[in-house]
């Protein structure tokens, strides 16, 4: 039974909810500062300005995110600048990677369009291969990559919402092709709502309905649930896959800003569904093939 509860949302902004989480949770601190930083980063005009002018494929299949073969220009400086400012804050914590990250802050700018154009499209060879060039060990290099892709993921999601198509379906995010990092059982018609920790995409599906295989068969699925306060919180199991998403009951969407800090915050609910032999995809849903190309 899991009994430790975080608080991860209330009537305070995202930076005031952080410091909120680290006094809960001082153990989540490292990864927190860094979104903080994130989430500074993000109020970057340039972001708006890559997907003002993102070109998207023309031939994406009905299952393809709308991202899938998309051409995005991005302003090399602030790609830079976004990996090099999201390095220098990592090898300021006492993380056993710290000295290989400081060591590489002063050359972000080797690889700082591709290493985000590999964290998209959850490329891990590619991210492998920025690693090299950065001479980094590859995991941490991966940690700071898909963070420094969020400004621009969220900004392509505020641009695109309204294109996505309604009626989805599909268990990945129906713009970046991300696997959901939590669901929301949300209203008072407890609508399960799927919810992208990288762009903020939202979507529905049906509850009793496996998000990474397909499962429907209610004898395979299960859950792992206790109550906390101002709701409940579970881990929606599938014996079939032994995949997990954990849910949690809303009365509001969250911003996209509030997505990871949810997850992160129920951390507890990864261990005990891992203790049970549950996990998380790792592999990405289907290819994304986007291309960061310089901003004219």
Partial sequence: MVTRHVTSRGAVDPTGRIELIIAQAPELAPWLQLY???????????????????????????D?????????????????????RLLTAASDQPTEDASATRAASHAAELGAPFAIQAAINQDA??????????????????????????PLLRAAHRALATAITPDWGQGYCPLCGAWPAVAEVRGLESTRHLRCGRCGADWTMPTLWCPFCGEHDHAQLGSLRAEVPGGSHQAETCLTCRGYVKTMTTLRAWPAEEVPLADIASVEWDLAAMEREFARPDRSAMPLNVTIEDAV
């Fill in 125 to 150: 060879a590619g991210l492998d291969a920025a690693a090299v060039a950065l001479d980094l060990a590859p995991t941490a290099l991966a940690a700071i990559a898909h963070l420094a892709a969020i």
């Fill in 64 to 84: 393809q995110p709308l991202l899938t073969g998309a051409a995005i220009p991005l302003d090399r400086a602030l790609a830079t600048e976004t990996l090099r």
């Fill in 36 to 62: 903080r930083e994130v989430l500074a980063l993000s109020a970057h005009p340039g972001w708006e300005d890559a997907v003002a002018s993102i070109a998207l494929a023309t031939d994406r299949a009905a």
